[in-house]
């Protein structure tokens, strides 16, 4: 009777075991794949080398002798700029700037018109310039009750410039001048606050 119990049991367990292995085993299910991520947008490419030209709206605020004068007008100009990188955010460049005036000179003449030309040294911040700017300038009047003629001169001072997008910038610049080679002894001291629209190639 044992040895038939044995073989039983033996029975049953290879017959357990036949079972299990040939039931299909259950498969696991491939992942669904996952979906794309969108590359994020290329950060515009502010850059503040390289040519521009703009135009410019200033107030001037004028003084000087003979008569101890002090006069105010507007004016507007036009301006370009050629911009170099010395260094990571370091810029340096070269400028022109030509303003239209017409600002009395206490009735003696008017101022007609201003040049400016020479460089400018600043600060790179990304969409920031932050700068200095001096260099010659020369200053033209017209006849009224004297005839002062041009003189040349001088103008340093500090701007800034902000990109509104790539290509087209918005700044703004305070400038001294000092100009004391006129004709019949008229010398004229000007401080420019411009506010400019630029486009840069």
Avoid: C, H, W
């Avoid at 049953?12 to 075991?17: E, G, K, L, Q």
């Avoid at 010395?86 to 008017?110: K, S, T, W």
């Avoid at 305070?174 to 486009?199: C, I, K, M, P, R």
């Amino acid at each position: 009777m044992f040895k038939t119990m044995t073989a039983a049991t033996a029975l049953v367990a290879a017959t357990a075991t036949a079972a299990i292995a040939g039931s299909p085993q259950p498969t696991q299910p491939e992942p669904a794949p996952a979906a794309p991520v969108p590359a994020p947008a290329p950060a515009p490419a502010y850059d503040f080398t390289g040519p521009s030209v703009g135009l410019q709206f200033g107030y001037n605020d004028l003084s000087g002798d003979p008569g101890d004068f002090d006069e105010e007008g507007g004016s507007i100009g036009v301006r370009g700029n050629y911009d170099l990188r010395l260094g990571n955010n370091l810029i340096g460049g070269v400028g022109l700037q030509y303003d239209e005036a017409n600002i009395d000179l206490d009735g003696a003449a008017e101022l007609d018109n201003i040049l400016r030309v020479g460089g400018r040294l600043g600060i790179d911040s990304g969409r920031n310039l932050f700068y200095t700017t001096g260099g010659y300038a020369r200053a033209t009047t017209e006849e009224d009750a004297v005839d002062p003629g041009s003189s040349n001169g001088y103008f340093a001072g500090l701007g800034y410039e902000v990109f509104l997008q790539e290509d087209v910038s918005v700044g703004t610049e305070v400038v001294y001048q000092e100009f004391d080679e006129f004709d019949d002894g008229v010398e004229v001291d000007a401080t420019t606050a411009n506010v400019s629209l630029n486009y840069r190639f």
